[in-house]
């Protein structure tokens, strides 16, 4: 099983402006989606996961109606050149994100599904006042629940925040019971694969114990990675790709 991951695009076309960090390329991010789907395409995986920030609402302005509706824009964009894919695209938003909007523009996305025998879960967090992530309410009782049925088929989980490794200086990336979370994903032998975004710096895939974990750079930052994952029976091996020559 092949599956490949991008996240943080932080793109903005129909918003007007760009990211308050100037590193973020918000408006370059269409032409550099539209390259970067193609050669997705190209290596045939069986899953693409996107996990979070597809655009950047200024966040003083996150609820304001217009802001709304040019975001809505922006996703749709964003839905339309993911399209050409054939294969399952798993879509989470991010703290930049309005779930709202999200939902509006990609529907009740399924959450639990089966790709080349693989349980792919998807969990739709949020942060909490004080920028702090929390897995709480019926996301928590999803997570608890696929920790504790007796579904047989190994389980990739997707979130846009980070498990590990716990990352918190100057801004909290991981959720606030990261300990906890990850010490139930680390008893259950059927979970494999653990993918975030969000940490824009990103990190390596590492294993602790029987359980692979990833946090993948921003693609809205060059040189514009993403990375495919090829999973066997024995192990996971992750190759980094971007579109540019890293600096």
Known sequence: MKIAHISDFHLRHHLPGTSELPQRLSRQMPDLLVEAVEQIRAGSPDLVAVTGDLVDYPLDRLHAPDTVALGEKDLSLIREIFSPLSVPVAFLYGNHDHPDAFRKVFGRLPSDFDVAGHRILLFFDNEAEDHVPERIGKERERFLAALSDDDPRPQVHLQHYLIAPEHNGGYPY??????????????????????????????????????????????????????????????????????????
């Open 174 to 247: 991981a959720y606030r019971d990261a300990g906890s979370l990850k010490a139930v994903l680390l008893k259950d032998p059927r979970v494999r694969l653990v993918l975030s975004g969000h940490y824009h710096r990103g990190e390596p895939l590492f294993r602790e114990g029987g359980v692979y974990f990833s946090t993948v750079s921003a693609f809205g930052e060059p040189p514009h990675p993403y990375r495919t994952y090829t999973l066997t029976a024995e192990r996971i091996v992750q190759t980094e790709r971007s579109l540019r020559p890293p600096a």
